[in-house]
């Protein structure tokens, strides 16, 4: 089995709506109405939108946009926007099944990386202070609550950079 974590291209828009579409519908049942999940995902994962977003990715214009691929199959996928120091981990989801396995953690890793590469020097994130599975991969990897924002937190993570 092999495992790839690289940019996302503009032929990948349609698998990241439906990895999105998997991932939201898993893990806000329960947290969201139905309606809410359905509107978001109408609103967010646009086809257009997403290539919006991937061909930024691809220009280096302040977006970066990666999906980890097993197989040659996309199972999740990262994105995060990043300008004068500083970056907001705007997505982070998996399939379903493929939660629990690794996959989640070579994406930040990835991201990070590239992250410190271009001088990032703190990451913050908004999380759904009911989502307890996310909030726990992320203090596993040092992001740390600094504050709630209706129904999130927020996080952070400060990187060492020279
Ligand atoms: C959150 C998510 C991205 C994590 O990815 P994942 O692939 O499931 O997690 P991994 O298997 O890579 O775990 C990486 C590390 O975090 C730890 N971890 C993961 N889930 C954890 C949990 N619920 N509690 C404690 N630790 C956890 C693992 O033990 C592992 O630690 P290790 O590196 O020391 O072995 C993934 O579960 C997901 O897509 N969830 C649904 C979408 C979501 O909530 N996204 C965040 C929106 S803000």
Redesign the pocket.
């Known amino acids: 089995m092999s495992t790839v974590v690289k940019k996302l291209v503009e032929e990948d828009a349609e698998v990241v709506r439906e990895v999105a579409t998997a ?2 519908n ?2 806000y049942k329960g947290i969201y109405d139905y309606e809410y999940i359905e509107q978001w995902l109408r609103d967010h994962y646009s086809i257009g939108g997403i290539k919006k977003d991937i061909r930024r990715s691809l220009n280096d214009e302040g977006l970066l946009f990666l999906g980890v691929f097993v197989d040659s199959l996309c199972v ?1 996928f ?1 994105e995060c926007k990043f300008s004068h120091g500083e970056a907001d ?1 705007l ?6 099944d ?11 890793l990835d991201a990070e990386n590239f992250l410190v590469k271009h001088s990032i020097k703190k990451c913050i ?4 202070r009911k ?11 040092g992001f740390r609550i600094t504050g709630i924002n209706g129904d999130d937190y927020s996080m952070v993570k400060e990187y060492q950079t020279c």
């Open positions: 991932s939201w898993f893990t999740g990262i981990l997505r982070l989801y998996l399939r379903p493929k939660m629990g396995q690794g996959y989640g953690k070579a994406l930040l994130l908004e999380v759904n989502n307890t599975r996310a909030i726990s991969f992320y203090k596993n990897f």
